[in-house]
């Protein structure tokens, strides 16, 4: 543990934002995420607007789609260096 280092913190995103983001740099539409991951288009919005939490297994699902890392989804602005993550 004494090689740890904490990660940090680079930008000020909230989850839903970070879906968001993702799903608007593969561009796609609300719409198009939900026939591709199976999850109510309404769910997706709520999600993005931070009114519905992500949960594990729908982030799972959101990151195959868009082709992510579920991490980038939960844990979004945070830094982490390889040294961190081994």
């Not at 000020?12 to 740099?25: A, K, N, P, Q, Y």
């Not at 561009?27 to 109510?40: A, D, H, K, M, V």
């Not at 992500?54 to 991490?71: D, N, S, W, Y």
């Amino acid at each position: 543990m004494k090689d740890y280092r904490e990660a940090q913190k680079m930008v000020d995103v909230s989850v839903g934002e970070s879906v968001r983001i993702i799903r608007e740099l593969q561009e796609l539409s609300q719409n198009e995420l939900s026939r591709l991951s199976g999850i109510p288009q309404s769910t997706i919005s709520a999600i993005e607007n931070d009114r519905v939490n992500l949960g594990v297994e729908r982030a799972k699902v959101l990151a195959r789609v868009l082709r992510c890392h579920p991490a980038v989804l939960v844990f979004p602005g945070w830094k982490i260096d390889q040294e961190s993550a081994a």
